[in-house]
């Protein structure tokens, strides 16, 4: 079964780009926005502390006539964080994303941000995984 350190290690862009929870959020969606990316980790000293999303800016900026210039990461943020080590399973992370309606899952040891993972990652781990077992079936029954 495909694990978490397994998907971290087969992604082709090992950066996480982090903000901190006091910078604007003009300054946090210009750099998702930079990247491509949908999502970015917030912390404060080395500690995951929120996660910022497209969804959250929509939601509580621009759906709430907010300014990005004048609102902070922190205001609007996703402060209650789901967060998983390298020994979870690609079946748990999906289960967790499903159960709790995540894009997106820091992965954190010892307080230490390691990686991030999408919800695309893990489908893509989980589609490989079904393929190497389909192959290993058709050799077993072919002989």
């Known amino acids: 079964m ?5 998907v971290l290690n087969d992604k082709r862009e090992h950066v996480v780009y982090t903000i901190s929870p006091d910078a604007s959020v003009l300054e946090a969606i ?9 999502a970015i980790v917030v912390v404060e000293k080395e ?13 509580k900026v621009e759906l ?11 205001e ?10 390298k020994s979870y399973s690609v079946e748990d992370c999906l289960q967790l994303m499903t159960d709790r309606h995540l894009r997106h899952l820091p992965v954190v040891e010892h307080d230490k941000l ?4 999408s919800i695309g990652d893990l489908v893509k781990a989980a589609m490989e995984e079904q393929r ?5 079936l058709k050799q077993y029954i072919s002989g």
Do not use: C, H
Request: proline fraction near 2%.
């Open 64 to 74: 709430m006539d907010r300014s990005s210039n004048s609102t902070v990461v922190s």
């Open 2 to 6: 495909t694990n978490v350190a397994q």
């Open 47 to 59: 500690s995951v502390v929120g996660i910022l999303s497209e969804r959250d800016y929509t939601r």
């Open 30 to 38: 210009s750099l998702m926005a930079d990247k491509g990316i949908g």
């Open 132 to 136: 190497q077992l389909i192959e290993q």
């Open 114 to 117: 390691l990686g991030l993972i």
């Open 76 to 85: 609007i943020m996703t402060p209650k964080v789901f967060t998983v080590d």
